[in-house]
């Protein structure tokens, strides 16, 4: 007899009682389950499943005890298991974060120890920084709220401690935001809300109002708009929105308002086509403006496309930001490359090919999202404009870095560290510039960076001996200080030891005559006119300017431009000042790459820009040039009487583009139209012109409308102890030894071969190293119109020679002589003019001779001796073809002697014959000591007359002669009128 298990009946019967259930309701079942507890062996499961299928028409699947168990151990259903049996189960709980709450931990857990590090020692704007982020991690990390708060609690106590105003704000703000959305807690959210109205409503910085913005943003939803808050925050908002002179500021507060007045037109079912509209307009304005942050913007429209997406005006909306989102994408690749490109040609000494290239990359990366890649650039392209000489430009790059950098503490409440470097950086410009008052500025920014980014022991010392070294050559520009300035300077002593400048303190006290104090006070035993004489004359004054700027009453800023040097003089307060800065950083960002041309060199020695102020002037200023008795002209600038930011608004950049091309215009470029359409379109130098114009904003930002550029910002401090001048006369520095290595004049020749390549390549020449060197006023001569030559004689025991200009407009003639004289007076002993007669200038007709005017060729070989390592100079010639040589013979044979020819200007008249002399014209004479003459064919490619060849294709050629010089001088001008056509 056989043994069957019970069990096993029981559940194939209880199986099919439920199939033919479930069959019976007549639902269309593609597969019924059935589980039971006990073990089925596999041939019985799939036995019973076959005869169901069969029978009912509808699969089965059977699950027995073993599936039971493998997927309770498998899914570890152990409280189920406990459910069901009715038994405690025991839960051992182990949380494992996961990569990003790991990072959050070990960054909480080292910020921890480092704030306790700094317990004992001074809080700095680091420190606050770094506790307001310990509340942020333990925010995110999902901490308790009595911790969360706890460590708030913390991070406010430390910015009170230091008075961290802005850090406060920062910390109520991000407070505020957890209070929304981690606790629910809108009351303790509107109560700092609420502190945050009080601290920043009345703020000159729109980013002030940004955190209450998004607050509002955040509240509106749950809370509804309150009437008095959101009043009081639109009308802030529209205080900055109408401060058209804050181009960024106040369309970003337009912005602002729009977001606001699409929240509420929502909630109210009102139209939002309008305003939609106004936000695609904005979106349109952006293009142009640095600080404006696009990112943020793109982003929310694109978020709340779900919400209003279906409504009139989004499509055209969205339109423009799928626009300026592929610009702006293109825009930073191409950005990145340039800044890269840029940085590895300034590492190469490629400063002209470096300003090309990190200029362009300035445009490009300037965008909120890659800041650091533009503070980079700004400072990279501030260091190629120093490197070539072009201190104003550099300078105006560089404060706009140092802005970015300061702006972060603005916006996120802390210093980027790079702005140390930076300030440093400018304190060595500004004495390469002389100005001292802002050398005083910088190094007074040094400690509040210390404070604001804990330094370290080690750092801070390294940058303490820098400033100790800055010290040092500061002293050289306070000892080279005019006598005169020092009764306006008498506490200057007193300002410089609250900066702990002691040397320059020490300088300072010996031009005041107080000997004895700096004996006493710096125990000093040597010689101290010794002492100081060696200092003034130390090493580092080569890099310094004659005379120091204390911008005492007038201030001049001085540079060179293509060879020209450009004085711009400032009469009148900050304003004045600021703008003279734009202006003399923008010439110099405009010509820096252009010294790579040969034809773009000015042959004029000065052009002076004059700055003032004027109660009738419009904005942004007016421009004329004015001509005085000498033939001189200048640029005379007036604006009116506003802070230098109210200048930089509509109509800025006309302005300075006018200004531009006037100062073309006197600097005689004689420019191509195609080399300036380069400078435009190859090398975008309007761009960052106008760039460095518009410093004005970074330097009020920095200093806050106030910059100390004056020694009156320093010294009219009554808080400062007076030195009273006991110096009775000014002191004169004993000279030192010449340089023995510098070749003399006689020593120098004239190249007979073309300038090297290197001479005019990408780096070799920088534009202080042209000089300009001509008596020849190019305008004024053309007005003037010279039409010939007469000679006269002046009888006695030694009777000379006079020449006499005949010019058809006498009165530019005489502004001409008078000019000459004004410069060098009635006798020219230096040969600063240069007469030169070029006979046999034709061989048909050999009689025929040049009269060439410009610089003399001693006077020309002594400039040459100095540093400067190219000259350019202008003639102007005139061709006499006369009948008979009577005339040029009595005129050479006088010379020769009485070793002297008298020059003077004359009236020429068609319809008279001769030349009268009139006393005006006698009492303008100049007396040369020199006359040259020189036969055509003898003029070599090495003499500077070269340039007065013109013209003269077949000179005359004495029989026999074979190759004369002049064949390689008629090769070079040959070339020359190739090159220009």
């Not at 298991?81 to 931990?105: C, Y």
């Not at 293009?287 to 943020?296: K, Q, S």
């Not at 609250?498 to 303190?505: E, K, T």
């Amino acid at each position: 007899m056989g043994l069957r298990d019970k069990r096993q009946k029981k559940w194939k019967q209880k199986a099919e009682d439920d199939v033919k259930k479930i069959a019976e309701t007549a639902r269309p079942y593609a597969l019924i389950y059935f589980i039971s507890n006990q073990a089925i062996r596999d041939k019985d499961r799939a036995d019973t499943e076959d005869s169901l299928k069969v029978k009912y028409g509808i699969a089965v699947r059977i699950l027995d005890r073993t599936w039971i168990v493998d997927k309770v151990v498998k899914h570890k259903r152990w409280q189920l298991v406990a459910d069901i049996l009715q038994f405690e189960l025991q839960h051992l709980t182990k949380v494992v974060p996961g990569p990003l709450d790991t990072e959050r931990l070990n960054d909480l857990d080292a910020l921890d120890k480092k704030i306790e590090q700094a317990a004992d020692g001074e809080v700095s704007l680091e420190v606050v920084e770094e506790s307001l982020q310990t509340a942020l991690l333990a925010r995110g990390l999902g901490r308790a709220r009595t911790e969360v708060d706890g460590r708030f609690d913390r991070a406010e106590r430390l910015a009170r401690s230091i008075d961290g105003d802005r850090q406060l704000q920062r910390i109520w703000y991000q407070r505020a935001l957890t209070a929304i959305w981690w606790f629910d807690d809108a009351k303790e959210a509107i109560r700092l809300c609420d502190a945050l109205s009080t601290a920043t409503l009345e703020s000159e910085w729109i980013w002030d109002l940004d955190k209450l913005v998004n607050l509002w943003l955040a509240l509106v939803p749950t809370q509804g708009p309150d009437p008095q808050r959101t009043s009081a925050l639109r009308k802030a908002l529209q205080q900055h929105a109408e401060d058209t002179t804050k181009e960024t500021s106040s369309l970003w507060a337009r912005t602002q308002l729009l977001l606001m007045d699409l929240v509420i037109a929502f909630q109210t079912k009102q139209d939002l086509e309008p305003v939609l509209s106004s936000l695609r307009d904005v979106l349109g304005d952006i293009r142009r403006l640095i600080e404006f942050p696009v990112g943020p913007i793109v982003k929310l429209l694109r978020e709340i496309g779900g919400t209003i997406g279906e409504f009139s005006g989004y499509d055209a909306l969205l339109d423009r930001i799928i626009e300026i989102e592929t610009e702006r994408h293109g825009e930073l690749a191409a950005g990145e490359l340039r800044l890269e490109r840029g940085l590895q040609k300034l590492d190469r000494k490629k400063f002209y090919g470096a300003i090309d290239d990190l200029a362009k990359a300035q445009f490009l990366l300037a965008k909120d999202e890659v800041r650091d890649e533009f503070i980079v650039a700004q400072a990279a392209v501030g260091v190629a404009y120093e490197s070539v000489g072009l201190l104003f430009a550099a300078r105006a790059n560089l404060v706009f870095a140092l802005d970015r950098c300061l702006y972060a503490h603005f916006k996120q409440g802390k210093i980027d560290p790079r702005a140390l470097p930076i300030v440093r950086k400018l304190a060595w410009l500004e004495l390469q510039l002389g100005r001292a008052p802002y050398v005083m500025a910088w190094v007074k920014w040094l400690p509040l960076l210390f404070r604001a980014l804990s330094i370290d022991e080690s750092k801070r010392e390294k940058i303490e001996d820098e400033v100790r070294a800055l010290d040092r050559v500061l002293g050289i520009l306070v000892l080279k200080t005019p006598y005169e300035s020092w009764a306006q300077l008498t506490r200057l002593p007193d300002v410089l030891h609250s900066l702990d400048l002691q040397m320059s303190r020490a300088a300072a006290l010996f031009m005041l005559g107080h000997d004895e104090l700096i004996r006493t006070q710096y125990s000093a035993e040597d010689d101290l006119e010794d002492f100081f004489n060696a200092w003034i004359y130390a090493q580092a004054a080569d890099d310094l300017p004659e005379s120091p700027s204390w911008h005492i009453g007038v201030a001049t800023m001085t540079t060179v431009v293509l060879g020209c040097r450009v004085d711009v003089i400032v009469r009148g307060g900050t304003t004045s000042a600021l703008l003279g800065e734009s202006i003399i950083s923008f010439l110099e960002a405009f010509y820096s790459t252009a010294v790579r041309s040969r034809e773009l060199i000015s042959p004029r020695a000065e052009l002076t820009i004059e700055v003032r102020q004027s109660d009738t002037a419009k904005l942004p200023f007016s421009l004329r040039a004015i001509e005085d008795e000498f033939g001189e002209t200048k640029l005379l600038l007036a604006h009116p009487i506003v802070p230098a930011t109210a200048l930089v608004g509509n109509g800025f950049q006309d302005a300075m583009f006018d200004l531009l091309a006037q100062v073309t215009a006197h600097l005689q470029l004689n420019i191509e139209r195609k080399v300036f359409e380069e400078l435009f379109s190859e090398h975008q130098a309007q761009d960052r012109a106008f760039h460095a114009a518009r410093s004005i904003l970074a330097v009020s930002n920095i200093f806050d409308q106030s910059p100390p550029g004056r020694a009156e910002d320093w010294v009219n401090d009554p808080a400062f102890a007076e030195y009273p001048l006991l110096r009775q006369v000014s002191w004169q520095p004993r000279p030192v030894a010449a340089d023995v290595s510098a070749p003399s004049a006689t020593e120098l020749t004239f190249a007979d071969e073309k300038p090297p390549e290197t001479l005019f390549g990408a780096d070799a020449l920088k534009h202080r190293d042209i000089e300009a060197i001509s008596p020849i006023n190019i305008p004024l001569w053309s007005r003037a119109g010279w039409t010939g030559v007469g000679i006269a004689t002046v009888s006695g025991e030694r009777p000379f020679p006079i020449m006499v200009l005949a010019f058809q407009d006498i009165d530019a003639g005489r502004k001409i002589f008078r000019g000459w004289r004004k410069y060098i007076g009635p006798f020219d002993r230096e040969g600063w003019i240069g007469v030169t007669v070029i006979t046999g200038i034709s061989r048909e007709r050999p009689l025929d001779y040049r009269v060439a005017i410009g610089v003399g060729e001693k006077f020309l070989l002594a400039k040459a001796a100095r540093s400067r390592r190219l000259v350019t100079t202008v003639y102007r010639m005139h061709d006499m073809t006369p009948a008979s040589a009577q005339n040029l013979g009595t005129l050479l044979k006088l010379y020769k002697q009485a070793g002297r020819i008298v020059l003077q200007p004359g009236n020429f008249k068609m319809a008279q014959p001769g030349i009268p002399l009139e006393q005006e014209d006698i009492d303008l004479e100049i007396e040369l000591s020199d006359l040259s003459v020189v036969p055509a064919w003898e003029v070599d490619a090495s003499s500077p007359l070269v340039s007065a060849m013109f013209g003269i294709d077949d000179p005359f050629v004495p029989a026999g002669v074979i190759d004369p010089p002049f064949a390689e001088v008629r090769r070079r001008l040959r070339e020359s009128k190739h090159r220009a056509t």
